[in-house]
């Protein structure tokens, strides 16, 4: 019997919901989610109740059928999709809703095949590096620990077809905290897309800068980070002054992986609805409730704890119905946009001075070793 186009749309539909609700347990994956998760935030994820049944049957109203209905809602209820996506999008959509809002469905749509050419019939010259990379990627979560397992060969596709589709960028270790988050709600083909549409700005701006030689723009956000905590908050950015500690030593993993590195899974996924409807922005929001959570100690704390207080953020400071929040009273769009000219004013100064004079070589020496510092981070810890 013939499907009408109707049956297919519904057929295409409860797969895609089928498939994001069949991910969930892989969210309970790792080892130590219960540090990460308190008692109702397993009971939500696992049991659910009458409260997100409701919030459910709303976004499936918004959504429409395999996704119909959502460029419309969105463009005559703007703040109600906004203030939606901040509460949180509900787990078995997510998958779903992540490609609808980064532009990665179109993308989809508009190159059959080219996913699959990719990862069979190309090759790639940065293979052997992310096939050494791979077990430290969500070590810690059951899905990418299976040596050659599903997920090891789910990941390896992607960052293989993406280190041959963009050559110029193609593979720097960090991406795979992107790609595995990705594949956790979405197939291979589906991850490869919306990865595509982070790095060459598909709907936001393109984010390939923040693995491209030199990470250029991991320099400029973590420029940006540090005016913003002398701006907001005066007495902490002073105090990170004297002791000699700058943004790199803790937050350009924030940028690299946009938090899916080294912090609980709920809040990851909290600021990932965000970020992927409203942009980089909120990275540096999310970085900046952080510390302003974890002032008052912060403060008071030498260069070697303050290390460590990086690396351990109390469970409260976590818990994304906490941190948001906070999170979303830092109005920064309009202060990164000068920042941003600033830092590329500064930028094409010191090159043209280094050009001619050779000046300023320890500035410039130092701006070099970003990138290799931030690299260095992701082996020196484990999720």
């Known amino acids: ?82 203030r939606r996506i901040r509460k949180g999008i509900p787990d078995c959509l997510r998958g779903l809703v992540w490609q609808l809002i980064s532009g990665s469905r179109d993308l989809l749509l508009m190159n059959p095949g080219v996913y699959e050419t990719l990862v069979i019939y190309e090759t790639s010259a940065s293979e052997l590096e992310i096939i050494r990379d791979i077990s430290r990627t969500f070590p810690s979560h059951i899905f990418f620990q299976q040596r050659h397992g599903p997920g090891q060969r789910s990941l390896y596709n992607v960052l293989k077809a993406y280190s041959v589709y963009d050559r110029d960028v193609g593979y720097v270790q960090g991406m795979g905290f992107l790609a595995g988050l990705l594949l956790l709600y979405m197939s291979e083909e589906d991850a490869f897309w919306l990865l595509v549409a982070l790095l060459k700005g598909a709907v936001h701006a393109p984010m390939e800068g923040l693995y491209q030689a030199g990470l250029p723009l991991v320099q400029q956000y973590l420029y940006q980070f540090e005016k913003l905590v002398l701006e907001q908050m005066p007495q902490l950015g002073q105090h990170f002054i004297e002791e000699m500690i700058n943004p790199s030593m803790y937050a350009s993993q924030w940028f ?84 941003e000219k600033e830092y590329q004013k500064k930028l094409e100064g010191s090159n043209a001075s280094a050009s001619t004079k050779r000046s300023h070589p320890l500035k410039l020496k130092t701006m070099s070793r970003i990138g290799s510092r931030a690299l260095s981070n992701f082996t020196n810890s484990e999720k």
């Not at 935030?41 to 997100?52: M, Q, S, T, Y």
């Not at 929001?285 to 260069?303: I, T, Y």
């Not at 704890?305 to 109005?331: G, Q, S, W, Y």
Request: proline fraction near 4%.
């Open 1 to 82: 019997m013939t499907l009408s186009l109707g049956q297919r749309l519904l057929g295409l539909w409860t797969d895609l919901v089928s498939l994001s609700q069949n991910r969930v347990p892989l969210l309970m994956g790792f080892r130590r989610v219960n540090s990460y998760m308190n008692v109702s935030v397993k009971a939500d994820i696992f049991l659910g109740n009458h409260r997100d049944g409701r919030r459910i049957k709303k976004w499936r109203k918004m959504i429409g059928v395999g996704g119909s209905d959502w460029k419309h809602y969105v463009r005559r209820n703007p703040h109600v999709v906004k």
């Open 256 to 339: 690299i992986t946009v938090f899916s590195y080294s912090f609980p899974f709920h809040l990851t996924l909290r600021v990932w609805d965000v970020f992927l409807y409203e942009g980089i922005k909120v990275v540096f929001q999310v970085g900046l409730a952080l510390l302003r959570f974890c002032h008052d100690e912060l403060v008071k704390l030498p260069f070697e704890k303050l290390l460590h207080a990086f690396r351990n953020f109390p469970e409260e400071a976590t818990d994304p119905d906490v941190l948001l929040p906070i999170a979303f009273t830092f109005k920064v769009s309009g202060r990164l946009e000068e920042l």
